[in-house]
């Protein structure tokens, strides 16, 4: 089959002529980004600019070049470019932005003292259907306009005003992690040591109406209380020594601060603590590891066991709205883990889970 271009025959000059002015005419109408998406040459068409040089171009790096208004202002922004540019479906993106930036940011603490934590930063917008895309440094310039200052919700809540208004958005959302340490005492020799705690503060904004989150990885020992008692009845009825099972686990307290409240990181912790006591320890002797097997036997516990007792103390503590415990018990006697996952009101309510979420409940020390 013979295929055909649009140009049926090779056109004369007149014609040539007749395409260069309404080219030309085109071009004047048209934005920087509209004519570098179809061909930066044709900028030479533009009066004042027939003797650019393009595609001829100096590989000398220009040291003294800057960058005036005038010169910014002709920079192509393809990602503020029009509708006809967008890729694929029009359709609205939920969350679009970035993800792992880092920086130093300062935060209080219950007792009144300040910390310095390297922090990882994720900031999302939502984008709507006819827009190509957003200035994702935008982002990061809100952010930094607020990160000399001590950090708090409140804080977060300007650096999401900020960027919203900047990109003209509806929905957005600012997620920060970092670990938080706090001195923790021994069992019984009275030895203190740091424990790092994983902790992600959030502020959600969905329809107009804004949430504050905060997320905690607590990290305990669990013995099985099945095999416990197996244990003790080899113990029992035939004289046999036999040890239960106990594993390293991970639960994953995520709640939603109450207006009004002020829940500190120190009291996420305390309540996770209070729930299940048996949180690895730092600093050991060896009291302290007899100390910890006796905690742990007084205090056997199913994945089950555990997503309720979590949720128990949060249910009593006001400052605490919706919350969701996931919990991972890394079997020391299966090759796999036993998981848990039980929620509390709408914000955190799931059809479908990602399918490696339980697998990021890992403790890397």
């Not at 109408?29 to 900028?43: K, S």
């Not at 005038?70 to 939920?94: E, F, M, R």
């Not at 809540?157 to 900047?166: F, N, Q």
């Not at 969701?324 to 955190?348: C, I, K, M, N, Y």
Request: aromatic content about 8%; some cysteine; charged content about 25%.
């Amino acid at each position: 089959m013979n295929i055909q271009g649009r140009i049926s025959h090779a056109p004369d000059r007149q014609e040539a002529e007749e395409a260069l002015e309404r080219l030309r005419a085109w071009a004047m109408a048209a934005t920087e980004t509209e004519i570098a998406t179809l061909d930066p040459v044709i900028a030479r068409l533009l009066p004042g600019r027939e003797g650019a040089s393009y595609p001829d171009l100096s590989r000398r790096y220009p040291e003294e070049f800057r960058a005036d208004a005038a010169y910014k202002a002709t920079l192509p922004d393809l990602q503020n470019g029009p509708a006809s540019l967008i890729v694929g479906a029009k359709t609205q993106i939920q969350h679009v932005g970035i993800s792992n930036f880092r920086l130093p940011i300062r935060y209080h603490t219950r007792d009144n003292g300040d910390l310095t934590l390297e922090t990882s930063v994720t900031g999302t917008v939502s984008l709507e259907a006819e827009k190509k895309g957003i200035n994702m440094s935008r982002i990061m310039r809100s952010f930094y306009a607020h990160a000399e200052r001590t950090f708090s919700f409140d804080v977060i809540e300007a650096a999401l005003d900020d960027y919203k208004a900047d990109l003209g958005s509806f929905d957005a959302r600012i997620q920060m992690r970092f670990s938080f340490p706090m001195t923790v005492g021994s069992l019984r020799s009275g030895l203190a040591g740091w424990q790092y705690y994983n902790i992600a503060l959030e502020v959600v904004e969905r329809a107009g109406v804004r949430k504050k989150i905060v997320h905690l990885d607590y990290v305990y020992s669990s013995t099985c209380p099945c095999s416990l008692e197996l244990s003790e009845h080899a113990r029992a009825t035939r004289g046999q020594l036999a040890t239960p099972h106990s594993q390293r686990s991970v639960a994953r307290i995520s709640v939603v601060v109450e207006p009004g409240g002020v829940l500190w990181f120190e009291d996420l912790i305390d309540m996770a603590r209070a729930a299940v006591p048996t949180e690895t320890q730092v600093m050991v002797k060896r009291e302290d590891e007899q100390a910890f097997a006796e905690l742990n036997a007084a205090n056997p516990i199913f994945v089950e066991d555990a997503a309720r007792a979590f949720a128990g103390v949060l249910l009593a503590d006001w400052r605490v709205g919706d919350f969701r415990v996931l919990a991972s018990h890394q079997e020391s006697l299966h090759s796999h883990d036993a998981v848990s996952l039980l929620t509390e009101g709408p914000t955190f309510a799931a059809e479908s889970l990602d399918p490696r979420l339980f697998a990021s409940l890992i403790h890397h020390g």
